[in-house]
């Protein structure tokens, strides 16, 4: 029988360079695709089958980077989550935004690129600001089953909501008149108002990233497709891709370890609502300390092969360990408020707690091992708590929880102490 050590060496030889080796020989990459969503995923000419798009060049470069064949399917937003759940497709990459009820059932990479929602409005006189446009006469288009359809309604929740079928149409409803204003994003906007002088434009009022989704089961494909995101943004491929599809030099390089891990322990945050939700549908109490010691001793595992998987000795597990009491603590606190607040509502389908919700919280713990494991060594206190007051924005956390969470990432980058 094969050591554990031989394992993962030949798992990390595996994702390294066999898996690009054995690539060319394995079945296609199945992307999904909306070809809907420019600057992310879009036909040029609608009655082709060709594809373009920063998503699409991505998803080739990924590809031709592990000599993988690759292969398309189309999704309608509605039936994205059943076409991951079904097989239909691998990963879906097409300006997919990182959303809990997302993150439920499959696994997300690392992000690659940051939006915010907007709101276009026609004719431009008639709305001097945002506000003027929640009311129930303003009729507000937006894509059905996508992220901005969840912002439209919680947003506008006065106006009345037209959801369109094909983000490819919404556009067309606002400048024939069907709608009043539509949402979109500050990435997709500019394509919409070039050359039209009486669309007035609001926002953005969001802050949402951007990443691939994965079904849940690929977590090799994962740990495969983020160290080449992180590969990616170091030697600026993602920076000129951004700059080609987005028209943005010098956008905000997401991919570096330090931002992916507070966006991947974001993500675990914003997890927490549906957490408490889900805990007290089942009459279970906010705090169980035998679950607690299993998620601590699964992190510390995860932290160690994604060690051997990179060849690298892993920080140390007191280290660990403390990141993730503070991971929990700060998701107690998250969970009580939910709980707490008379205006928190929740999904009306709620994911289930075992089956569902607990294991989406160890495939993100899985990245969050990997993102520490490629963390730089001593890594300056004051950016770590900088960039996780920007990163750390998806649920409520205290000061006290955030300082925390920074302090004990700062401590893992740290060198360990000489011996004797």
């Known amino acids: 029988m094969k ?52 998503d699409i060049a991505l ?13 398309f399917v189309t999704f309608h937003w509605p039936d994205l989550n059943r076409g991951l759940l079904t097989g239909q497709f691998d990963l879906a990459m097409s300006g997919v935004t990182v959303r ?43 894509n059905a089953g996508g992220h901005l359809e969840h912002v439209a309604y919680a947003h506008f929740p006065a106006a009345t909501l037209v959801t369109i079928p094909d983000n490819a149409l919404v556009l067309s409803a606002l400048m024939d008149g069907a709608i009043h ?44 497709l983020n160290s080449w995101l992180l590969e990616s943004e170091a030697d600026g491929t993602l920076a000129r891709l951004r700059e080609e599809y987005f028209k943005i030099p010098d956008s905000p390089k997401l991919a570096y370890p330090l931002r992916a891990l507070l966006a991947a322990i974001d993500e675990r945050l914003a997890l927490m609502p549906f957490v408490a939700t889900a805990k007290r549908r089942a009459s ?10 299993l998620v601590l001793d699964a992190a510390a595992e995860s932290v160690r092969d994604a060690a051997e998987r990179q060849g690298v000795a892993p920080p140390a597990e007191d280290a660990v360990r403390k990141l993730f009491v503070a991971l929990m603590e700060a998701g107690k606190e998250v969970q009580i408020a939910a709980l707490t ?17 607990r294991p989406a919280l160890l495939r993100i713990g ?16 004051a950016q770590i708590i900088e960039a996780a007051k920007l990163g750390l924005r998806s649920a409520e956390v205290s000061d006290a929880a955030m300082l925390t969470i920074a302090e004990a990432i700062s401590e893992l980058t740290k060198p360990p102490a000489p011996e004797g």
């Open 3 to 54: 050591s554990r050590s031989t394992r993962a060496l030949l798992l990390s030889a595996l994702l390294a360079g066999g898996f690009a080796a054995a690539g060319a020989f394995a079945a296609p990459l199945r992307v999904g695709t909306s070809g809907d969503y420019a600057p992310f995923s879009l036909k040029a000419d609608p009655s082709r089958p060709d594809l373009e798009g920063f």
């Open 59 to 71: 998803a080739r470069a990924y590809a031709k980077a592990r000599r993988r064949r690759i292969e």
């Open 100 to 142: 809990p009820e997302r993150s439920a059932i499959g696994r997300f990479s690392v992000a690659v690129v940051e939006t915010g929602a907007v709101i276009v409005a026609r004719p431009k006189d008639l709305f001097r600001k945002i506000d003027d446009l929640n009311h129930q006469r303003v009729r507000i288009g937006v």
């Open 181 to 224: 204003a539509a949402v979109t994003d500050d990435l997709e906007a500019p394509s919409w108002v070039i050359g039209k002088k009486d669309l007035a434009l609001f926002g953005p009022f969001t802050v949402d990233r951007k990443a691939i989704l994965l079904r849940a089961e690929h977590a090799e494909l994962a740990a495969d």
């Open 284 to 293: 279970l109490p906010i705090v169980i300390p035998t679950r607690e010691a």
């Open 341 to 357: 607040d008379p205006y928190f509502t929740s999904l009306e389908i709620l994911p289930n707690l075992k089956a569902e919700l």
């Open 366 to 381: 899985e990245r969050i091992a990997q993102l520490l494991v490629a963390l730089p060594a001593d890594l300056d206190r």
